[in-house]
């Protein structure tokens, strides 16, 4: 009996955690709800995607405000989606893509945009071949490189013998290491991709994103659970990053400004 009775009590205990859990979701729910209704009330036409940004206006508007008060403390919207419960695309449906990063553009950065003929031509016809081929970029580069290359090597000076790259590549290496060093520097600008990415996706605030690398194929899938807006979404993730400079003005200068205020 007191086993059963013992067992009784994990069950409402473990009942009133679940409730607990399940709150947050609830209530998480009621307001994306709510953020429906009025995109359903703003948006003409029925124009699915226009509803999204309402809706995505709208719980941009309650992000930071008090949605629940329980007295010892008090939650935000925000604070409701990171403690409610992780539903993937097949629960809540979201936004699912592949990115393709451009293997050939990363080439070319790493040649200095090299204007040599044999590789310039080379990139054309894997370009062509790709169409039809699901083969890695880079391994279709090195065989169309191979068809034509004659004496010229991957490693001459106005290829990828770059000063950049002296460290890595040198003079009159054989291709097939060449093209080793060329797959760890396309893995580098892809992994700094993901970053990037999750980066960008943690300020865009989905809960549970699935960011992952397809092999080495250069392409990389995004699952977004809960968004709609496929606009600012694909904003998101393909826009540039751009380093401004801006003049400012020194301590000295500053200090000088005040002290004319001064008098």
Not at 8 to 35: C, P
Not at 143 to 169: Q, V
Request: avoid cysteine.
């Amino acid at each position: 009996m007191q086993n059963k009775g013992l067992i009784k009590l994990f069950a409402i205990l473990f009942g009133l955690v679940s409730l607990y859990q399940l709150s947050f979701t609830f209530l998480a729910n009621k307001v994306e709800d709510n953020a429906v209704n009025y995109a359903e009330s703003k948006a003409t036409d029925n124009d699915a995607r226009q509803k999204a940004v309402f809706e995505r206006k709208y719980l941009d508007s309650v992000s930071n405000k008090e949605i629940i008060d329980i007295s010892v403390t008090t939650y935000t919207y925000n604070d409701l989606r990171e403690k409610e419960m992780n539903l993937g695309l097949d629960l809540k449906g979201g936004i699912n893509a592949i990115l393709q990063v451009s293997v050939k553009e990363v080439l070319k950065s790493l040649t200095n945009d090299s204007k040599n003929v044999v590789f310039n031509q080379a990139l054309a016809a894997a370009d062509e071949a790709q169409k039809d081929d699901n083969a890695n970029y880079l391994d279709l580069f090195f065989e169309e490189f191979e068809k034509i290359a004659g004496t010229t090597k991957l490693s001459d000076p106005s290829i990828f013998g770059t000063k950049a790259l002296s460290e890595k590549i040198t003079f009159n290496e054989a291709n097939a290491t060449v093209k080793e060093t060329l797959q760890e520097e396309i893995n580098s600008s892809i992994i700094t991709t993901l970053e990037v990415l999750r980066s960008r996706i943690d300020k865009f605030g989905v809960s549970s994103p699935k960011i992952q690398r397809i092999g080495n194929s250069g392409r990389i899938q995004i699952e977004l659970p809960g968004a709609k807006d496929i606009e600012r979404v694909t904003k998101l993730i393909t826009s540039k990053a751009e380093l401004q400079f801006w003049e400012v003005y020194t301590n000295a200068e500053v200090q000088n400004f005040f002290f004319s205020a001064n008098y």
